[in-house]
């Protein structure tokens, strides 16, 4: 594998083309597994791990791989990232009252290590419980029935911003407690925070230092009302549970905020959007879900792994340590492509194959170990009711045209696609 190919998976745009990055990484599991990849611009470098049993081994070790904010969290910046968020926390720094400075030093679950970790999870986990996300599911049908409906007799639509990007963006205002007008509010602010990479998504510093404050005047005024009335949210649940005999600190309350906003839509949104995709481009796999819809749940499990919405997470070495053949030293960055350990020739026969009753190990989207997707089982109730609801109706729904992905070697997102159906 030469260095170009390397140097590739720091580059947003080479994962526009997924069939030239799914080579790069079969490449990379047959021959180098736990490869160190350089950057350009003044990147440090990192190793990428492309094999399943690697990513989970790392991802159940927060001891020695970590994935603190104040070691860089986890995800790698693209050089342009890396000069943007430095701009902005230039501006912060001067800024008093819009919150910028607030929301850019506060850490989430997301990035942090055990034990703080742990305490900050425990916060929302009663949001997540399986009796209460069952509880979920009339509504789940109901609202996506609702947007299945809006959509009917048109024979087509842009499929993003009319199906994919609705159900989620509902649900997760919902779980939230927030007014569903304000779902609009929650889209934007999701699509600015990982954009930054996309130039048709990306902003000027003026106008995200607008949206900064703008997210954190929100922030804070749910704070205050659910602290004066608490609800059984997720807002009610972090603000007024107690760490150590304190309530959580305002910087990490935005921090935990925008992650929920951000990891709530964005991947469920994705999911389901690449998963109409891969079954337009397999009709003979749509059809079996089509001929006997008890299929759907399981399929579900496949067309996650197939998306794998969440391209990699980063960790950072703590100390000296090895992984394979390699020498990982302390402070060294690594990247776990799910992207990769869903393709893992040795986990599954014919991984490149989309197979809806095809039997094998858990995927790794959504993470494995301590951090293990949160939302899992929200996601995979999400994509289950709008499959089962959607091809019910529009059995032939078929992808028309370009599918615009957005430009990014974190998220696996689909901005715009046109779909055609007949019903
Ligand atoms: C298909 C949809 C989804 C995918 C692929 C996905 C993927 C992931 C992944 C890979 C992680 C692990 C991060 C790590 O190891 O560093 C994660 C964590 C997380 N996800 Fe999801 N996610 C999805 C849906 C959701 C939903 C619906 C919610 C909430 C409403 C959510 C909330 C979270 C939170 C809060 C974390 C942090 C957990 C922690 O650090 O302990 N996700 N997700």
Known sequence: MNDQARLALSEPETFLDQEAVHQIFTELRRDDPVAWCPETDGGLGFW???KYDDIQAISKNPKV????????????????MRRRRQNLENASKD?????????????????????????HRRMVAPGFTPGRLNALIPEIRTRCVEILENIAGRGECEFVSAVAAELPIQMLAELLGV???????????????????????????????AVFGELFQYSVALRTSRQENPGDDLISMLVNTEMNGEPMELA???????????AGNETTRNSISGGILALSQHPEERQKLIDDPSLIPDAIDEIIRWVAPVVYMRRTALEDTKVGEKIIKKGDRLALWYMSGNRDEDK?????????????????????????????RLAEIQLTVCLEELLKRFPDITVTG??????????????????????
């Open 402 to 423: 370009e599918v615009a992905r957005m430009r990014s070697n974190f998220l696996n997102s689909i901005k715009r696609m046109q779909v055609r159906y007949s019903g």
């Open 95 to 119: 800024e008093v009252s819009g919150g910028g400075s607030i929301i850019t030093s506060g850490s989430s679950m997301i990035m942090m290590d055990p034990p703080t970790h742990t305490q």
């Open 348 to 376: 599954w026969d014919d991984p490149f194959s989309f197979n809806v009753t095809r039997n094998g190990p858990r995927h790794l989207s959504f993470g494995y170990g301590q951090h293990l997707c949160i939302g899992w």
């Open 65 to 80: 791989f970590s994935s603190d904010r104040l070691l860089g969290g986890i995800t790698l910046e693209s050089a342009e």
């Open 179 to 209: 007014e569903q007008e304000d779902r609009k509010k929650l889209f934007e602010w999701s699509n600015i925070m990982i954009g930054g990479d996309d130039p048709d998504m990306r902003i000027g510093r003026d106008e995200v230092m």
């Open 252 to 262: 990490d309350y935005v921090s935990a905020f925008i992650l929920l906003v951000v």
């Open 48 to 50: 990428s791990i492309t």
